[in-house]
Structure formats: C-alpha cells, structure tokens
C-alpha cells in the first residue's frame, strides 16, 4: 500500500490524470415497481440515464469517455439522444452492479494514471460543484461522495428488531461519482467478485484491497432514484436547477 501510495503521489506530480467514466446502468430497478427500468423514466422530458450522463458529458474537465454498462438486448436503449456523441461507449452490463462495472473498467484502456469516475445511471441531479469536489482530490486511496447521517442509526436483528444504536458521528451515507484509478479499482473488484463478496460500491472493494478512500461532502439532493416517490423528489430538485 505505502509503496503504491508513492507512485501514484509521485504520478500526480509528473503528469496531468486522464479521466474516464464508467456509468452501470444494466439494473431492473425491481424497488421502482415501474414498467420499466427506473433510468429509462422520465423527468422534465429527459431520462434520468440522460440526467445522469450528461452530467459528465457536459463536465468542462473533458471527461475522455463516458462508458455505459447496459443489460443485453436492452430495447430502449436506442431512443438514446446522446449515442451520437463520439465519447460514449456501450458495453454489456453484468449480473451484479459491480459486474456491470468491472466490465466497464475492461474496456479502458490500462495507463498508470487514468482515473475513473463511477456514476450510478439513477443518480440523475448530480452536479458539476459535486464533480469539480471530487476531481480536486489528490488522494492516492481515491475518493467518494458521501452525506454525514442527520438520523439517528440502528442496527436490526434478523427479525427486524433493534440490536444497538450506532454512532452516527462516525456514519457517512455513500453516493457517486465514486472516483479511483483504473488500475487498483479494476483490481479490487476483481479480488471480491473472486472472493463471492457483495459489493455495492465500487470504495468497498477499495477498503477490502486495504485502502481507505477519502470521504468528500456531497449534496443531499444527488438522490439515487430508488422508490416510487423518489421521482418527484428527483423532478423538484431537477426543476430549481
Ligand atoms: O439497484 P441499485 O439502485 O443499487 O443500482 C445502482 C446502479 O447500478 C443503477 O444505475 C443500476 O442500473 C446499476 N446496475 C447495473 N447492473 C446490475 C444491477 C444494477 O448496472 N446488474
């Protein structure tokens, strides 16, 4: 760890980062209970995979590819306004979000210092502010956004009853963009998928290879469209932009 820690500082001071993003968006959204995949519903007349990946397309860091991980056979897919854009590539999602996103990292080109940015396909009111917070880190470990709990935390029994309170001082809520070098994160997910462990963003497969990704505050309107009733939430904060 140590010694990869002085080779990506030393990177940093060398050369400029090249970055990519990896985009999954393969999931059926089965929470939703929508007749289609949540990225797939609109908002303001826009997806919300559009949402999300114009985000990045329009980011002024020149973000080199948008790569997006999509379920096989995927028929809306098509209807895609952004397809044109020469950044964007399509690859095969897989069976787990981390599946989905490890092919998406095979598909970069390897170079030690290109980093990529994870952003979930439901995540449609991501900012540029959230993006520039997150490129600023020079980190070796790489980086999340995240929100510091505001409620107070429980730990459930396995018949849904409270085991202990946490403390919630030290409980950040993760978000994306999720942002680490190619390299290790391609790394790490391939050791836990190997492993057969859950993995459900892309820093907990950086913790479990030893790193400790540094935590940057995001904005609690960067919602992942989950439920029903997120969809209005997600069109207000759309709508005040
Ligand atoms: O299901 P969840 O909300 O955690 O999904 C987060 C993101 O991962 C979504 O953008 C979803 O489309 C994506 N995903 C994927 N491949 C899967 C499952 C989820 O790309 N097999």
Not at 106 to 131: E, F, G, M, Q, Y
Request: with cysteine.
């Amino acid at each position: 760890m140590a010694k990869n820690q002085q080779k990506f500082t030393a990177l940093f001071a060398t050369s400029p980062r090249r970055i990519v993003a990896v985009v999954p968006a393969a999931g059926i959204g089965a929470r939703m209970q929508a007749d289609k995949p949540k990225q797939y519903l609109c908002i303001q007349g826009k997806t919300i995979l559009e949402h999300s990946v114009t985000a990045l397309l329009t980011h002024p860091a020149q973000i080199e590819q948008v790569i997006l991980a999509v379920a096989p056979h995927d028929p809306y897919l098509a209807d895609l306004p952004f397809l044109n854009d020469p950044r964007i590539v399509l690859v095969q999602g897989g069976e787990t979000r981390a599946d989905s996103v490890l092919n998406g990292l095979t598909h970069i080109v390897p170079s030690d210092n290109t980093w990529v940015l994870v952003h979930d396909a439901a995540r449609p009111c991501l900012t540029h502010t959230d993006i520039d917070q997150l490129l600023a880190i020079q980190d070796p470990n790489g980086a999340i956004l995240a929100i510091p709990a505001v409620d107070t935390i429980k730990r459930a029994t396995a018949t849904q009853q409270i085991q202990q309170t946490e403390d919630r001082n030290h409980i950040w809520l993760a978000q994306t963009p999720q942002f680490f070098p190619v390299d290790l994160l391609r790394k790490a997910l391939q050791t836990a998928l190997q492993q057969g462990l859950a993995i459900t963003d892309e820093a907990s497969a950086m913790e479990l290879s030893g790193f400790q990704p540094h935590l940057v505050t995001g904005r609690t309107d960067n919602i992942k469209v989950t439920r029903p009733e997120d969809l209005a939430l997600a069109e207000f904060y759309l709508s005040q932009r």
